[in-house]
């Protein structure tokens, strides 16, 4: 018996989502059995195409109320753009989640994994491993603008950024936490020479913040050169925060530097836990693949363990990520993406089986 009981909402969503979060939940079972906690699961079948299909939308009226009590949402993927277009199934989902759950951290590790080629040439596992942070309220992505004199030559269109105190401080102190937490580094994505007003204010409270972190190192870098040091040095980062648009930037690019797309793990959190945060892999659905039980299931299995670290389980979240090392190394364990023999039943009972033999 143990006290450390958390209740996880699932949702599979759509195409391979269906096949990669069973492979999540098993090696999740795994870590609870060998590190003694529990996992209470509810399984949800909305927030998917199938249920947009049946009910003409993509959740229930009162999915808010059915999922608010739990401590984290382990989600699958959601899309298929030939029965629903993206905007509706996103809108209707994922973008639900994070506004009414003010999930205001994106975050995103980057890691070079063993058994998978990095683009970036002579980069071997250790070099590059970092995490960036997101803000994922406010910023650039605010709908406030317009276009005045529409069809006419003088044709003039504005949107406007919008920063608060409590939007930036809220996300900078989140990424000094962690970064005191890891390496103790902090870096900031900034263009305070280009966007004169907000971009400025921002930088204003990165250092205002830093104040309260005397032990975490910390710089700030252009987004421009910045882009262009993920590619040259990754090695240079430990925790990378951004604005909205900043932080989209890297959150992709981060994991591109590191390799396929099927193994890199997102998560939408909500820090305080007054609202269950969202944890995903950052691919897709994958019409193509879907169905044949090959897509790599590292992506989910990686956001179990980002879970298990947010839900104040650190060592059996480790666990996960040396079990995920253990099988990437193993051609037979490994997924075809990444040049292996392995299904993907085959690559999530060889991490499961990983956990529990980590000594
Ligand atoms: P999104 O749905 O995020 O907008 P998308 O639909 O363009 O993106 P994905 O569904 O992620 O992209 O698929 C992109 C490509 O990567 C596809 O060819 C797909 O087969 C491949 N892919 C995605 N996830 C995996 C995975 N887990 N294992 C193997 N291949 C994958
Ligand atoms: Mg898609």
Redesign the pocket.
């Known amino acids: 018996m143990t006290d450390r009981v958390y209740r996880i909402a699932v949702i599979p969503g759509d195409?391979?989502g269906k096949e990669?979060v069973p492979e999540g939940l098993r090696v999740l079972q795994a870590a609870g059995e060998r590190y003694g906690f529990e996992l209470r699961c509810d399984h949800f079948d909305f927030a998917s195409c199938d249920y947009y299909e049946q009910h003409g939308k993509m959740m229930p009226d009162d999915w808010k109320d059915q999922i608010a009590g739990h401590d984290a949402i382990f989600f699958g993927?959601v899309?298929w753009p030939e029965k629903v277009p993206?905007h509706i199934s996103l809108w209707g989902s994922l973008i639900q989640f994070r506004r009414e759950f003010d999930q205001y951290v994106g975050m995103r590790p980057v890691r070079l994994m063993p058994g998978v080629a990095s683009p970036l040439a002579n980069r071997k596992p250790g070099d590059i491993d970092f995490v960036v942070v997101r803000e994922n309220t406010e910023g650039e992505y605010s709908s406030i603008g317009g276009r005045i004199f529409p069809g006419t030559e003088r044709e003039t269109v504005v949107q406007e950024s919008v920063m608060t105190r409590i939007g930036v401080d809220r996300i900078l102190r989140f990424a000094f936490e962690l970064a005191a937490t890891r390496g103790g580094h902090l870096t900031s994505a900034t263009k305070s020479n280009g966007i004169s007003v907000t971009m400025p204010y921002w930088d204003e409270r990165v250092e205002a913040m830093a104040a309260n972190f005397p032990d975490v190192r910390w710089d700030k870098y252009h987004i421009d050169i910045l882009t262009a040091h993920f590619v040259l040095n990754p090695d240079r980062f430990d925790v990378v925060v951004g604005s909205n648009l900043f932080g989209d930037i890297l959150s992709d690019l981060g994991p591109a530097c590191t390799g396929?797309?099927?193994i890199a793990p997102s998560g939408n959190i909500n820090p305080e836990r007054r609202f269950p945060s969202l944890f995903e892999?950052v691919?897709?659905?994958?019409?193509?693949?879907a169905g044949q039980n090959?897509?790599?299931?590292i992506?989910q299995i990686w956001a179990g363990s980002m879970m298990l670290d947010h839900l104040g389980e650190a060592e059996a979240a480790a666990g996960i990520l040396s079990a995920i090392e253990a099988s990437l190394l193993r051609p037979e364990t490994r997924?075809r993406?990444l040049g292996g023999s392995a299904d993907t039943t085959t690559c999530g009972e060889a991490v499961a089986a990983a956990v529990l033999d980590h000594a």
């Open positions: 195409g391979i990669v993927a899309g993206d396929t797309i099927g892999p691919h897709g659905t994958a019409p193509d693949i090959i897509a790599n299931p992506g997924t993406d």
